[in-house]
């Protein structure tokens, strides 16, 4: 707890940041004097760690009983402010990551664990320098736990899951945020975030990992360090080689040589006319070159296909069982409800840069309808629903398709969101059951008005050319 002042330390003429203590007024005597000791403790853990990418303290000042912390002023953004612009590149992702694992590795070493990596806690500076910073609830070996029994510190999603589980945490446990925080980095979402931090906690002890899917050369690392079990994850041993490998700069394709081929002089008079069996044999030869190439076109056309369209990128959506396309520029956000009443509810929303766009994909458990009688029960529940204020009642039309070889059925409906009053918009989904009883849509939301039906339309097809379903 704590708010970050610049300030100029006179003494030695530089600026330098200065950590005032602040509590919350309503907190007791015996709870101020915690928040007191663990500022006291930041102080003593950041001390102890030597290492380029841990902030430097300089000073501990104590004034009526309350330690203030002066550390060395860092110019740069917190890598949570950058992420908020967009993702990383894998290879500057990659970086960062180098400069945290040595940093957590030379915390470790001290007999300190972190305890909260996160984006918020790690500074991007200028000169390319990545800082570890706030060590507020670190654990000091041989030092006296300072939180209370049952209470609950760290942020939540990037907790690992025998801290979840009360477990003595270690050095693997620093490594599993550093994996949460690389992921969402690269892919623009946290894996296991849900909407409460009960779900969340739920997510993080059972849920599968997504793979990531914009850095798929990343794989191994985030995998690895996201292992349930803490003696299965990769050692910073084992991790510093992979990040070295991402940091590197691509090899230079090394060019072949091209060897001299002597080509004769053409003759000073053309060749005489062949007989004309050998110009019928050879016209035959010729055709059946032609329609050969013809038909590997055709094969290679028939099994390669033409993929997704350009600028989209085909995603595995691994929890679900299914691949799907979508723009390769949106943001991902994965929307799992594994303890829904209803069954067990897995999905993902695509969201085009500006807001107003999204896709989604979801597979859920317990489908006891044929998909045609889905759509028209959610065509009769809309359509009799109360209007939104200020909008209008929803219009639905339901067609039969079909999707793999099995049944489907398509809803398109025109409706207004209740928080946005009367802006009116269009959604167009494909229902599709499996054969083990799982309902599976995909659907395209967009602003309703003209031409929004084609644009519907087309984004749903082009989603469609890789929407393949596993063991449909």
């Known amino acids: 707890m704590g708010t970050v002042w610049r300030a100029r330390d006179e003494v030695v003429d530089r600026d330098v940041a200065v950590k005032e203590p602040r509590v919350p007024e309503h907190f007791s005597a015996a709870e101020r004097s915690t928040a007191h000791q663990r500022m006291r403790r930041e102080a003593r853990a950041a001390a102890r760690i030597d290492h380029p990418s841990v902030v430097t303290l300089h000073d501990v000042v104590v004034e009526d009983d309350r330690p203030w912390i002066v550390m060395e002023l860092l110019r740069g953004r917190s890598l949570a402010e950058i992420l908020d612009e967009g993702t990383l590149e894998p290879r500057e992702a990659a970086r960062i990551g180098q400069a945290v694992l040595g940093a957590l590795h030379a915390a470790h070493e001290a007999g300190v664990l972190h305890r909260d990596v996160k984006p918020g806690n790690v500074m991007v500076c200028r000169h390319d320098r990545v800082v570890l910073t706030d060590f507020g609830i670190a654990q000091v070996e041989g030092e006296q736990k300072l939180t209370e029994t049952g209470a609950f510190i760290g942020s ?56 990531p899917q914009r850095s798929r050369e990343m794989t191994a690392l985030i995998t690895g360090l996201l292992r349930k079990e803490p003696e299965n994850r990769l050692t910073v041993q084992a991790a510093r080689p992979l990040l070295s490998a991402l940091v590197a700069p691509p090899a230079r394709p090394v060019p072949e040589r091209t060897p001299t081929v002597v080509v004769d002089a053409p003759p000073d008079e053309p060749p005489a006319p062949l ?80 807001g107003d766009v999204w896709l989604s994909v979801d597979r859920m458990e317990k489908a006891t309808e044929t998909p045609r009688a889905i759509a028209e029960r959610w065509k009769r529940e809309h359509e009799s629903a109360s209007p939104p204020v200020g909008g209008a009642a929803s219009v639905a039309t339901v067609e039969s398709t079909t999707h793999q070889g099995r049944d489907a059925a398509i809803i398109t409906e025109a409706y207004s969101r209740q928080e946005d009053e009367v802006t009116r918009r269009l959604y167009r989904t494909l229902i599709v059951v499996t054969s083990r009883q799982e309902r599976v849509t995909l659907g395209v939301d967009v602003p309703d008005g003209k031409g929004a039906a084609k644009t519907a339309d087309d984004l749903l097809e082009k989603a469609r050319s890789a929407f393949e379903i596993r063991n449909p």
């Open 156 to 211: 939540p999603e990037y907790i690992a899951p025998e801290r979840v589980l009360g477990r003595r945490p270690g050095p693997e446990s620093d490594l599993w945020s550093l994996g949460i925080t690389l992921y969402q980095a690269v892919e623009g979402v946290s894996p296991f975030r849900r909407r409460t931090t009960p779900s969340t906690l739920q997510a993080i002890l059972l849920a599968e990992l997504p793979p």
């Open 275 to 354: 007989p004309v069996r050998l110009l019928r044999s050879r016209y035959g030869v010729g055709a059946a070159a032609a329609v050969v190439l013809a038909l590997v076109v055709t094969l290679v056309l028939r099994f390669t296909g033409d993929g997704p369209p350009e600028g989209w990128k085909e995603y595995d959506e691994y929890r679900m069982g299914l691949s799907v396309a979508a723009p390769a520029d949106w943001t991902i956000t994965v929307e799992d409800e594994l303890d829904n009443d209803d069954g067990a509810y897995r999905g993902t929303r695509y969201t085009a840069p500006k």
